[in-house]
């Protein structure tokens, strides 16, 4: 990592914030494009941290249960000014989304049908694309120089793409630990690759798993919406589309975790909320938020439901990524393990790959004239490296222009 000395650590976090902060107003299309996000800004223009470093962080975000790209813009935030770097990562990553469904689930959505916000909006998924394939070739060839380890990447990705299971990722990677501790690739990571050590593991272990036994016993109120939030984010694999149908499943059944005196959201504001989720920046997770707000009685406040909902289903997730990063960077230091770690990389080109194709690319590439402007985006990327807010600033005035 680089750090500058001159900063202090204060200043670093705030850094932190920062940066975190703008790619919360402006990371469009869901965890895979996050991965992008956080790679061209974190990595590549920041360095930050190392590319073997992210692609362990990425391995490890798909197979810990929670929040896949918040897992991984915690863990920079702790790599970059420890845990209240990590606070304030997640905090500034994850505030604007929120901000905007409490909002949505108050006021509805007014803004939706405009062509003018749609067409802004589509054209960041178009750039969310770029940003997403800039991230495969460059870890491609950071990971994939081998034949052996190309083959794996391009298996994982067909793998997750023809695979109906939700588990698809954490079969592939289980998949390259095998085949890494068997084929002993001759190149592997060194130790002083490896993630950096976390303090105090055990303890952030401990409390995931005794909130997560504390929650079968809240079953009203706004401490039984926080226990079953706080369940979801603890059983989900497989990032934000995964947690959105299993938070429906709660809150169309209200009586099963709140007692009935509160609000029940109906369907067809459920999908709103569904929707709105994968089209506003940040987070997935922030589906929470709307559906806190939503069931909120009218004599409480909208906001504190609405947090308590958030950091329920994110903070399992957060906890565990930090303990697991220790237990990752003790192990290390066996050349096994990190045999295992090469081909963990390789599936981790192979998960982007195919998130790129979908939902990323089938979501996002509608027509020609779509592929001929991400095409042109990304070689603009790859030859000429602008900042990320020149990328955003001129993909939204391309949406505008071809919403006249």
């Not at 900063?7 to 850094?15: H, Q």
């Not at 869901?30 to 790679?39: M, Q, S």
């Not at 409390?207 to 989900?236: C, E, H, K, P, Q």
């Not at 095409?375 to 505008?400: H, Q």
């Amino acid at each position: 990592m680089m750090v500058d000395k001159n900063l202090s650590y204060f200043k670093r976090v705030a850094e932190v914030f920062v940066s975190f902060l703008l790619l919360g107003f402006t990371s469009f299309g869901g965890p895979a494009a996050h991965l992008g996000y956080f790679n061209q800004t974190f990595i590549k223009r920041k360095q930050w941290a190392s590319e073997t470093q992210y692609a362990q962080w990425v391995a490890l975000s798909q197979i810990v249960p929670g929040p896949g790209s918040s897992q991984v813009g915690f863990a920079l935030g702790y790599h970059r000014a420890g845990l209240l770097g990590a606070v304030a990562a997640f905090i500034a990553f994850t505030l604007p989304s929120f901000v905007v469904m409490v909002l949505l689930a108050r006021f509805g959505n007014h803004w939706q049908g405009n062509v003018f916000f749609d067409g802004s909006v589509h054209a960041l998924k178009l750039l969310a694309v770029v940003v997403v394939a800039d991230a495969c070739i460059s870890m491609w060839r950071s990971f994939c120089q081998s034949k052996m380890m190309a083959g794996l990447a391009l298996f994982s990705a067909a793998f997750i793409i023809l695979s109906p299971s939700g588990f698809a990722s954490l079969t592939v990677l289980l998949i390259a630990v095998f085949f890494g501790m068997l084929a002993r690739p001759s190149i592997v990571p060194t130790a002083s690759e490896s993630l950096p050590k976390v303090r105090f593991a055990w303890c952030f272990f401990i409390i995931a798993v005794v909130g997560f036994v504390v929650s079968f016993f809240l079953d009203s109120g706004l401490s039984g919406l926080f226990a079953n939030f706080y369940r979801a984010g603890a059983l989900v694999f497989g990032g934000g589309h995964v947690v959105l149908p299993m938070l429906s499943a709660f809150v169309l059944t209200p009586e099963s975790y709140v007692d009935p005196t509160l609000a029940v959201i109906g369907e067809s504001n459920l999908l709103l909320g569904y929707a709105a989720a994968q089209a506003v920046p940040g987070p997935m997770f922030t589906m929470a938020s709307f559906l806190g707000a939503s069931v909120t009685p009218k004599s409480d406040n909208i906001w504190l439901w609405a947090g308590v909902a958030t950091l329920a289903v994110f903070l399992s997730g957060l906890l565990l990524m930090l303990s697991a990063q220790a237990a990752w960077q003790r192990l290390s230091h066996y050349v096994l393990f990190r045999s295992a770690v090469a081909s963990l990389n390789a599936a981790v080109v192979g998960i982007l790959l195919a998130a790129l194709y979908y939902p990323i690319g089938t979501s996002s590439l509608l027509g020609w004239m779509d592929v001929a402007i991400t095409g042109f985006g990304l070689a603009w990327l790859i030859y000429r490296r602008p900042s990320i807010f020149s990328l955003i600033i001129v993909f939204i005035i391309v949406g505008l222009i071809r919403s006249l």
